[in-house]
């Protein structure tokens, strides 16, 4: 039985802001009809590389590499970290070579998104550098274009790049709309490539 397609949000979220962002986009994957499946990794230490147990204490589980490997699509999360992404979420990439040298991810869609503790902390250039092994997967980046109206009329996160967020406690209603266009965008690229191949 062949497995449903899905769209895989895969983040890191140290103080939940990114996972506030993973939900929305995910909502909007599902508003276009494709299953959104939510993921993260787990922490690690950068001293000694160990990573923490196996299943979470509480919220999405981790994601395995059939996960990734499976998606029709990737949306990839991650908070700030001097502009660069976070690393639990770049030791995970690192470990996809073997995806590469089967070429699983070639021609799936993929978008990035992020968040930062202020308005200039890095965000473009985090969003930026988390493209970077999604090239070199082979897959085709998706931004959000400047037909989404909350673009041009938020006053805190959102990039044409992907989706942002400036930390607070909630997402802003043009944060939440723009994350939303971005899983619907990626939904629709994604089903319309998979009936190409049909």
């Given at each position: ?35 959104a499946r939510l993921r993260t990794v787990p ?65 799936k869609p993929a978008g990035v998104f992020t ?84």
């Open positions: 039985m062949t497995e449903k397609p899905y769209i895989l949000v895969l983040y890191y979220s140290r103080n939940g802001h990114v996972k506030m962002l993973a939900e929305q986009i995910a909502n909007g994957v599902e508003a276009a009809g494709l299953e922490g690690i230490s950068t001293v000694c590389e160990a990573t923490e147990d196996e299943i979470p204490k509480s919220g999405d589980i981790y994601c395995s590499e059939e996960d990734l490997s499976n998606c029709s699509g990737l949306l990839l999360g991650s908070p700030t970290r001097f502009g660069n992404i976070a690393a639990p979420l770049k030791y995970f990439i690192d470990g996809t070579a073997g995806l590469w040298l089967s070429g699983a991810l070639i021609d968040s930062s503790s202020s308005l200039h902390g890095g965000q473009e250039s985090t969003l930026l550098s988390m493209m970077i092994p999604l090239l070199h997967q082979g897959m085709i980046l998706a931004g959000i274009p400047y037909s989404e109206a909350a673009l041009s009329s938020t006053s805190r996160g959102g990039t044409p790049y992907g989706s942002s967020h400036v930390e607070s406690e909630a997402l802003s209603e043009d944060e939440i709309k723009i994350c939303r266009a971005q899983g619907n965008r990626l939904a629709i690229l994604a089903s319309r490539l998979l009936a190409k191949k049909t």
